[in-house]
């Protein structure tokens, strides 16, 4: 498994724009783009390259099994050693394929650091919708461990309502 940074190295981007609007037409075409962008803060690849490309506040990871993209996850909410992550699992490594690279990802998350050895994360932190059992089953599986449910913390486009999240973290010490 490889997990490759979205980033840009002496002003060329780790993945073109085509391959990053791709990603986004697959979870389109699998079913998971409005369960990830519940909220409809993405509906389209134009908006899902500009979150990542123009927003330094998210952090994108292209997670790659046999060379394929098996899944994506990006942080944001970066500060004082703390992140939140965010999770699209592609149809090819749903089940347990997706639970190790749940798990693998959280470690390399955990376990990136700076120039000068120091870790970037001691907590990671999700923020979950209640409704969404499967994906609040697989963080739990991945080692993440639920702190509790916030009433109305999270916007349900397409019900046009707030809806309760469940909170969860995992420390490099899990």
């Not at 944001?76 to 050693?81: A, E, I, M, Q, T």
Request: hydrophobic fraction near 40%; glycine fraction near 8%.
């Amino acid at each position: 498994m490889t997990i490759i940074p979205y980033t840009e190295l002496d002003g060329i981007r780790t993945f073109s724009d085509t391959v990053i609007k791709d990603l986004y037409r697959r979870m389109v075409e699998e079913g998971t783009a409005k369960r990830v962008f519940f909220d409809g803060s993405v509906s389209n690849e134009e908006a899902f390259l500009n979150m990542f490309k123009h927003n330094p506040e998210n952090h994108l990871f292209v997670i790659k099994t046999d060379g394929e993209p098996a899944a994506i996850a990006w942080l944001n909410g970066v500060r004082n050693y703390t992140a939140t992550a965010h999770f699209c699992l592609f149809k090819r490594v749903w089940g347990k394929k997706g639970i190790e690279v749940g798990k693998r990802a959280i470690q390399f998350f955990l376990n990136m650091k700076d120039w000068d050895g120091r870790y970037y994360h001691d907590v990671i932190t999700g923020l979950t919708p209640s409704c969404n059992r499967l994906a609040v089953r697989w963080i739990q599986k991945i080692g993440m461990k639920i702190l509790g449910e916030i009433p109305n913390v999270i916007w349900d486009a397409e019900n046009q309502e707030s809806v309760p999240g469940v909170i969860s973290y995992i420390t490099r010490e899990a």
